[in-house]
Every structure is written in structure tokens, then in C-alpha cells.
């Protein structure tokens, strides 16, 4: 079968190529993919700015239908449809372990998490997103009703934000771009931002001003960027709140003395619970919880993420996908790599 590998450094690494199928162990589940989400961490991977293994077939962000369980699963059955958390102890699917972005991909079945009724599979490919975010808001942030919410960027990780600080009922939320970012922000206003606001003209001034000088309660950070960091800590209110979700991918610089001047508390946010331990065996057991809200969450159709996608490709258009994405002429990509099972002639 076709899969979509990383095989060696450079973008010119990662590769389309012919795998054998997976083979389906006692305590494993095989699932025929039908969606993957193009996550901005597969971008790193294929810029070599995010450690990873070579060669791993990528793809994380996954829905499937259980085609195979082994002898000794007990609670997914075939035909089941199901998403999956990807931290098995052997690595992180997509990134150390062979992931999705293939027909067919093996997972143990500790990882997999059967979709509602009411949840489709582009919303089950979009779970690790609600499952990191909803866990950031929760246990790695500090937000109340009333507050000042400054979500920076406005890529999938920020639109899934400013949906989800919505329901605290701040007094305000402002999601941040670039003037290059404007499709985004558009969507930002679409999925419930009170106001969207160019990073090039001074957030910080416009924060200060619609807060009468005292600044934002919460600024999540999820720009990858040392202008979006700096800005942050220049907007939080003394005694506020910041959390750094975006990745980087490289070293920065950024002037920290307002974190001390204001006591600020900023706190790193990714994942799930469990993932403050370096146990994988923690993160598995801890995190199924993390993922059964997110998939609640959806169900109730408190957030709608397929409004991000902009984009459906079989596996062989990827490489005009990346670029796109890179060039942020799309918000969300998603791949289809059954698509005659997935759309039936």
C-alpha cells in the first residue's frame, strides 16, 4: 500500500512509497483510515524542525473503521468507527511509530475511542485538537468568567481556542494574526471571537486601551513566533496569565523582565493529562479520559471544527497541500486516504 513517509532529512525526505500492510498484534486493532488531519507538526517534521524518526510513515491526526481486532482486545470490535490517541510506548504514532497517512494503520487498542453516533469522522480526525486545547483551558490555564481572553494566531490550535475559551463566557475574547492571516481571522469572527486584530498593528496598545490600561486577564500563545511571545507578556495584566501553546521549531529571543516586573505566571501547554509525566505508560493510561471529554464536547456540539477545513485531497496531492498550508492559503487540511470507501461512486 502507498503511505507517506519521512525517509530521510529535508523536505525532499519525505516521500511517497510502497509499505507491506500493518499486521494486527494480540492487543492491537487495524483500522482502515478514512480521514487525517494535516497538523502543523507534520509540517515541522517535514522541515526537520521537530525530532522525529526515519523512515516513520507520519500521520496523527486520524478516524478510522476497525477492519481487524486481535485476539486478546476486548472492548473495540470490527466495524467499529473510532479516533485514536497516538502516545504507545514505543513512540508517538506518525512521528516514532508508523501512523496514518497510509490506507491502513495498527494501534493498540488502549489508544482507540469509539465516536458518537453524532460524530463524523472529519470531527473524529479533528479530536486530538479539542482533546490538547480543552486540556490547556482546563488544567494548564487560569480563565473565569469575565476575563479579558487574547487568543495569538489564528491557525487550527487558535480557532480551536477561541471556540473553546467561549464557553467560560469571558467578557471578551481577541483572537490575533498576521495581515497574511486574514482567511483566518475571518474564521476566527465565524467561530465566535469577539474581535479579530492584526499582530502589525500593536495588539498590545489596542489590549490596553479596551481594558482602561490594565491588560488582558489571559493570553494564550499559539503563534510559534517571538513577536507573538513578547507581545503576550507586554498585554498581560499584573498578576496575569500565560500560556505558550505554539511551537517553534528553533531557537528565539524574547525580553522576559515583564514576567517579573508583573508576576506573571506563564505555563507550557501541550497534550493531555499525563503529559506532564516522561512515563509513556502514564500519558496512555492518564490522557483516555482527556480524549472521552473532548469527544463529549463534540457530541453536544458545543464547538464545530469542520468549519476549519478548507480542503479535501486524496493521499497522492499532499505535497501541493504542504505548500499550501505553508503559504496559509488554507486553514485545515484533510486527507482521504480510502477515498472510494469514504465517497462511494
Known sequence: MLALRKVAPTKAGVVLEEVAEPRCGSKDILLQVMCVGICGSDLHIWRDEKEHKEPVTMGHEYSGLVVQVGSECTRIKVGDRVCGDL????????????????KKVVIPETLAHKLPDNVSYEEGAMVELVTCMSHDLMYRSRIKPSDFVVVLGPGPIGLTLTQLAKLWSPRVVMTT?????????????ELGADLTWFSEEDPVKKVMELTDGRGADLIIDATGGEDGITQATRMARMGGWITVVGLWGHKIKVDLDMISYHSLTVRGGWGWAGMESDSQAVRMAAGFESWEEALKILALGKIDVT????????LDEWQQAYLDLEAKKEIKVMVYPNPDMYFPK
Open 307 to 314: 468549519k476549519m477545513i478548507t480542503k479535501k485531497i486524496t
Open 177 to 189: 494574526g498576521l495581515k497574511s492571516d486574514v482567511i483566518r481571522l475571518d474564521m476566527a469572527k
Open 87 to 102: 502516545e504507545t510506548m514505543d513512540g508517538r504514532i506518525g512521528t516514532h511509530v508508523d501512523g496514518a497517512y497510509a
